[in-house]
């Protein structure tokens, strides 16, 4: 099936360790996201991907770094993680600038840093 | 930057209307959005208007739009138990990044 795919689904980790998030795209689409999901604050962008062999911070980037692989593949890198990294981390995908489609939601990984 | 509210929580009947308020800030905004999480899971867009409409409906949902207000609101009809979830509205900006509120838990009671 067309969509977005996110890998892990699931992460515990100790404060200090590193990890990646992947995620990966079968639309052909340009865009890239990635957003964290807490409580009461809705989603937060972290880093984005407007277009192959670029990205742009957003608005919460400290303690990350990405890369845009190819046009599909867009990672998330925890370097040294810490408990305040502790959330539900959400891919998205998109056409590009000025589509009407929206995004497109992985399901997301629950990380846990304890 | 931008600012998009929403309420954070709704009950209604089973069978009920439900109307889901948003306000959001940036008059550039060239579409808007309604997204639905439910439990587990990720986003699904429900539906979309483009900034020049004042309505636009797609079988049970009915989106508003009062520009001048900078106001969204998304109706659902005779509201069922599986319209239970969280509803995320959200404005793009001309690159076509979205700004999300924070979500409105919609609960549907029997």
């Known amino acids: 099936n067309a969509g977005v795919t996110q890998t892990p689904k699931f992460q515990v980790l100790k404060t200090g360790q590193s990890m990646t998030l992947q995620c990966a795209q079968d639309m052909n689409h340009n865009s890239m996201y990635w957003y964290r999901q807490d409580p009461g604050m809705g989603l937060r962008l972290i880093y984005y991907?407007?277009?192959?062999?670029?990205?742009d911070k957003g608005e919460v980037p400290n303690g990350y770094n990405v890369s845009r692989l190819n046009k599909r593949e867009f990672s998330l890198r925890l370097e040294s993680a810490a408990p305040s990294q502790t959330s539900v981390y959400f891919c998205?995908?998109?056409?590009?600038?000025?589509?009407?489609?929206?995004?497109?939601f992985g399901s997301g990984t629950r990380l846990t840093v304890v | 930057g931008e600012d998009v509210e929403q309420s954070l929580f709704l009950s209604v009947r089973e069978g009920d209307s439900s109307v889901i308020n948003c306000t959001y800030t940036?008059?550039?905004?060239?579409?808007l959005y309604w997204y639905k999480q439910e439990p587990g899971a990720g986003l699904q867009l429900l539906t979309y208007i483009f900034s020049n409409m004042d309505m636009k409906q797609d079988q049970r949902l009915t989106v508003l739009l009062n520009k001048k207000d900078k106001h969204l609101s998304l109706r659902i009809a005779d509201t069922q138990t599986g319209d239970s979830a969280i509803y995320f509205c959200?404005?793009?900006?001309?690159?076509?990044?979205?700004?999300f509120g924070a979500g409105t838990q919609v609960v549907v009671t029997p």
């Open positions: 998205a995908s998109s056409v590009g600038p000025g589509a009407d489609y929206g995004y497109t």
């Open positions: 959200a404005e793009s900006d001309s690159w076509g990044k979205l700004q």
């Open positions: 991907s407007a277009s192959e062999g670029t990205t």
């Open positions: 940036d008059s550039s905004s060239t579409y």
